[in-house]
């Protein structure tokens, strides 16, 4: 999948942004996610937003740890929400939205960006190639989000 093709602005409905999450992690062909399990990545991924109006979405191919897999993020509008996909299993973290310290950007190793948001409790970053718009648009949307006031209560 090209990620600059990504769509990153989520549909008006939380059905529909989970069915474009959903169709966007089975166009990812490396590592190819079998169609199977369709069903199953759908339930979690909602059970995960559990309500919150999803925002936006960035779902890209990536080294989870010691694997190959999907790294989805979701922007709700309360919540940054990561969720990892690989061949066996589905795993997810979150950080509320309020919060957030910080949202870091940089160039590293010639073509590469790095990414790293920062929350009082934790961070999640991204390596990925400096030319990824995509990306870039993504995490300046959280800072947006963020900065027009993420609601607590959902």
Same mark, same amino acid.
């Given at each position: 999948?090209?990620?600059?093709?990504?769509?990153?602005?989520?549909?008006?409905?939380?059905?529909?942004?989970?069915?474009?999450?959903?169709?966007?992690?089975?166009?990812?062909?490396?590592?190819?996610?079998?169609?199977?399990?369709?069903?199953?990545?759908?339930?979690?991924?909602?059970?995960?937003?559990?309500?919150?109006?999803?925002?936006?979405?960035?779902?890209?191919?990536?080294?989870?740890?010691?694997?190959?897999?999907? #790294?989805? @993020?979701?922007? /709700? =509008?309360?919540?940054?929400?990561?969720?990892?996909?690989?061949?066996?299993?589905?795993? $997810?973290?979150?950080?509320?939205?309020?919060?957030?310290?910080?949202?870091?950007?940089?160039?590293?190793?010639?073509?590469?960006?790095?990414?790293?948001?920062?929350?009082?409790?934790?961070?999640?970053? #991204?390596? @990925?190639?400096? /030319? =990824?718009?995509?990306?870039?648009?993504?995490?300046?949307?959280?800072?947006?989000?963020? $900065?027009?006031?993420?609601?607590?209560?959902?």
């Amino acid at each position: 999948m090209n990620m600059n093709d990504a769509t990153l602005v989520a549909p008006h409905s939380n059905d529909a942004a989970l069915d474009s999450i959903i169709n966007a992690i089975f166009q990812i062909t490396n590592p190819k996610i079998a169609e199977t399990r369709r069903e199953e990545i759908r339930s979690f991924i909602k059970t995960t937003v559990n309500g919150d109006e999803i925002k936006a979405y960035l779902p890209t191919d990536a080294n989870l740890k010691d694997r190959r897999g999907i #790294l989805v @993020y979701i922007l /709700t =509008n309360r919540r940054l929400i990561k969720v990892e996909i690989d061949d066996k299993e589905i795993t $997810s973290a979150f950080y509320f939205l309020t919060a957030m310290t910080g949202v870091e950007r940089k160039l590293v190793e010639g073509n590469k960006a790095s990414v790293q948001v920062s929350f009082q409790n934790g961070s999640m970053g #991204l390596r @990925y190639s400096a /030319t =990824n718009q995509t990306i870039t648009e993504f995490f300046q949307k959280v800072e947006q989000v963020r $900065s027009d006031g993420a609601n607590p209560n959902g």
